[in-house]
């Protein structure tokens, strides 16, 4: 297949992520015979840096023959927002003939959609209204998050607005401009509906009803995990009738010897990003009370995000006297041996995520790990057995964890053994892969013979 791949990061440049499995999974469908078309943003170019709308024109562009960098995002990961009609018109109407240029240059048999963050929501309109099966890959939040937030489909679509707003908007719409307007850069989700404030408005911010985004058909969609596709599903679209196919690890890059029973557990290891439910206030705390009893543990921190939280941590754990090494997220070949520097593996994260992906890549390099409970998905991870837990937040019973595996090295190594067996028989990257690629080929074919 030609398969187009439309994503808002792609390495190296990756903002504060470190998400690697956009190119993963391309460059493993591209050794597989497909021929694929990258088409993301112009983020980390140098002449892209805090743009606004005014500099929107193709000199920011790189182009090679895999990967198209002319997307423009707005508002995200530090750059400016856009404001202004005229302004966000150019924006959005850069974007979709950027989209549409793309569609018509390559000529895909498939639009394979990854994170759309930061970028246009247009753009799914123009994805619908052209003549190529589209299949969606939801590997984090952004659905769930920012289409009602939309600055260009809000601005027509919100009912409750400023009085100049209003006046200006239905200038243009008697005089027929937003039609006109519509052609390139989508304003109508469908036709004849001018509104739709039970998406679009504040006012109903207490929340949705299922199926309240109905108009937005997303007939193709898979998802990273359960917890990803519920969050999207209660944020109002029709999504049920999608798959869940996890990532998977590549565990010809992440493996390692499961440590003998015999081997001291010290050093403790997390791996995330650093975010206000990064859980690892919780961990530093946990750490504080293992040692007041004695024990002799050090906590590694792996992981780039929020300054400010970085700095609330680093003075937690100065204040604590807790020996706690920061290091920033480096490249992703050198993760497996950052696990394998170390003895066990710490998941403290708070809050859903779309792919517990870290404590995965821990059990196969061989660590024990020890997750919260109440975020780290059910049927990736089974306490006691392939794991330990702790319920979100208590710095206690997570401290008494540590301790189990300090004291009870039989147990670190039995769940080492356990967890790095279970990655290798059921969360194989190849796998994912292999599933990903049947469910883009069955889009193909169900439009094909639609």
């Known amino acids: ?10 390495p190296p440049h990756l903002a504060d992520t470190d998400d690697f499995r956009c190119q993963n999974v391309t460059d493993a469908l591209r050794e597989r015979g497909h021929t694929i078309r990258v088409l993301t943003s112009t983020f980390g170019l140098a002449s892209d840096s805090g743009h606004t709308a ?20 707005n508002g995200v990961f530090g750059l400016e927002a856009v404001g202004g009609l005229g302004d966000l018109r150019e924006l959005e109407a850069r974007n979709n003939t950027v989209l549409r240029e793309a569609i018509t240059e390559f000529a895909p048999d498939l639009v394979h959609v990854w994170s759309l963050r930061g970028v246009s929501k247009s753009i799914l309109l123009t994805l ?45 719409e008697l005089s027929g401009q937003r039609t006109k307007w519509d052609v390139g850069t989508p304003t109508f989700i469908e036709p004849g509906t001018s509104r739709l404030p039970t998406i679009f408005d504040p006012s109903t911010d207490a929340g949705f009803k299922p199926n309240s985004f109905a108009e937005f058909q997303l007939r193709r969609i898979h998802f990273s995990s359960p917890a990803l596709q519920t969050a999207t599903a209660q944020a109002g679209f029709r999504v049920a009738h999608g798959e869940v196919i996890h990532s998977g690890v590549d565990t010809q890059a992440f493996h390692g010897d499961v440590k003998p029973a015999t081997a001291p557990v010290k050093k403790f290891l997390i791996v995330t990003r650093l975010t206000r439910d990064c859980g690892v206030h919780t961990a530093i705390e946990a750490l504080r009370l293992v040692r007041a009893k004695g024990a002799k543990a050090t906590l590694t921190i792996h992981g780039r995000g929020d300054s400010e939280v970085q700095a609330k941590l680093r003075t937690q754990a100065v204040q604590g006297e807790v020996p706690v090494e920061f290091r920033s997220s480096g490249s992703q070949r050198d993760l497996p041996g950052v696990y394998r520097a170390h003895d066990a593996f710490l998941h403290p994260v708070e809050g859903e995520e779309s792919f517990v992906g870290a404590p995965l890549e821990a059990m196969a390099c061989g660590l024990p790990v020890i997750v919260n409970q109440d975020y780290a998905a059910e049927d990736l991870f089974r306490s006691g057995e392939s794991c330990l837990s702790f319920p979100s937040g208590d710095s206690g019973l997570l401290a008494n964890r540590i301790l189990e595996l300090i004291q009870t090295p039989n147990l670190a190594c039995h769940l080492a053994q356990v967890g790095q067996n279970e990655v290798l028989s059921r969360y194989q990257f190849t796998t994912a892969v292999e599933q990903i690629e049947r469910y883009l080929e069955d889009t193909v074919s169900q439009w094909q013979s639609a």
């Open 1 to 10: 297949m030609k398969i187009l791949v439309v994503t808002n990061l792609f």
């Open 54 to 73: 005014r500099n929107v024109g193709s000199s920011a562009d790189q182009l090679d023959a895999v990967v198209q960098r002319r997307l423009r995002l």
């Open 128 to 172: 619908r209204r052209a003549s190529v099966p589209v299949a969606f890959h939801v590997s984090d939040t952004w659905l769930a998050d920012e289409l009602r937030e939309d600055p260009w489909l809000s601005w027509w679509h919100r009912e409750t607005v400023p009085a100049m707003h209003r006046i200006q908007r239905a200038g243009l």
